[in-house]
């Protein structure tokens, strides 16, 4: 099978890494962007801006019918997935598949209890966008989207395809041997990165000139190793290491995702991070102290960001 038609839902920094090569490839006929209401008004009248240049996609409902899909890449929020897997339904057919590319470690189950997992493979990615107000801009060169099956020993058919499709579109990918490794490894960097940047209010370049930052940041991803080495993947120091020279290299003033969303007072994905490794802590019997902090802190900051406290500062 070849892909033909994809629908990406999730036009936001991590669905413009996409969307401006497949619809370059497909054309506006099939590629297709699903978004309703606001969203769907916003990207009629305005589009997107990546990287200096202007785009304006073909726009679907949740409602539309008779038009499924091959792939769908799902590059919603956390926060958005549950009504996100509801509104792909019309775009589900009988061979097509899905990439939910977002951040954590159970987005692939939520999407299989529903629609089975022949239509679903593992997906995420590893690249820094910062978007605000419709516009984008990263270097492409710096992140890519893994995908595959559990295990990629041999490829599947299936996946064959969709690398079939990224080759053409020239769209940077890896097939990891171990999706499941490669998933978790993302996310404990995404908690020793995402979550100390996001509770201090800082860039990614405090990695380059603060050793009291990245102590925090490799402690707050040992937590993820003894709950990962607990459920029987193989994390490790080592894999602290590797890491370190990505942190080098990521842009100085670019910012995670938790604090891009609290600078601009939306709710963040803290329940998917930190909050899940609280909560996997509590299960196993594995202390999480900082990452209790990061939950905390981070959800006060969160209602800091959403006014919660002016009525005190008025009152003063």
Not at 84 to 104: F, H
Not at 108 to 113: D, F, M, N
Not at 140 to 148: D, L, Q, R, S, W
Not at 154 to 162: A, H, I, N, Q
Request: aromatic fraction near 8%; include cysteine; charged fraction near 30%.
């Amino acid at each position: 099978m070849k892909i033909k038609k994809v629908t990406l839902i999730g036009l936001g920094a991590m669905g413009v890494f996409f969307a401006p090569k497949l619809d370059k490839y497909l054309g506006k006929e099939n590629f297709r962007v699903l978004a309703e209401g606001d969203r769907r008004e916003r990207l009629l009248t305005k589009g997107v801006t990546v990287n200096g240049v202007g785009h304006q996609f073909t726009i679907i409902t949740p409602e539309t019918k008779g038009d499924t899909a091959d792939l769908i890449i799902m590059a919603v929020k956390d926060t958005g997935l549950t009504q996100a897997i509801r509104d792909i339904r019309n775009q589900v057919g009988e061979d097509t598949q899905i990439l939910c590319v977002m951040n954590g470690i159970d987005s692939e189950e939520r999407l299989a209890a529903v629609y089975g997992w022949e239509h679903i493979l593992y997906s995420y990615m590893r690249v820094s966008i910062v978007m605000k107000d419709g516009v984008a801009d990263f270097d492409p060169h710096m992140g890519k989207v893994y995908f595959g099956e559990a295990k990629n020993d041999e490829l599947s058919e299936r996946v064959k395809t969709v690398k079939e499709l990224f080759d053409t579109c020239d769209i940077k990918y890896s097939i990891e041997p171990d999706m499941i490794r490669g998933m978790w490894f993302k996310f404990m960097c995404n908690i020793g990165e995402n979550m100390t940047c996001a509770l201090l209010g800082i860039p990614f370049g405090a990695y380059h000139v603060s050793e009291h930052a990245n102590v925090i940041r490799r402690n707050g991803m040992r937590e993820v190793i003894k709950i990962a080495n607990r459920l029987g993947i193989d994390l490790g120091e080592k894999d602290i290491e590797y890491q370190e020279a990505t942190i080098k290299r990521l842009p100085f003033a670019n910012k995670p995702s938790t604090l891009q969303d609290l600078e601009n007072g939306r709710v963040t994905e803290i329940e998917m991070f930190a909050g899940k490794v609280v909560k996997l802590g509590e299960e196993l019997g594995i202390k999480t102290p900082l990452n209790w902090m990061f939950y905390h802190g981070i959800k006060v900051c969160e209602e800091k960001a959403m006014g919660k406290f002016d009525a005190l500062q008025i009152s003063q």
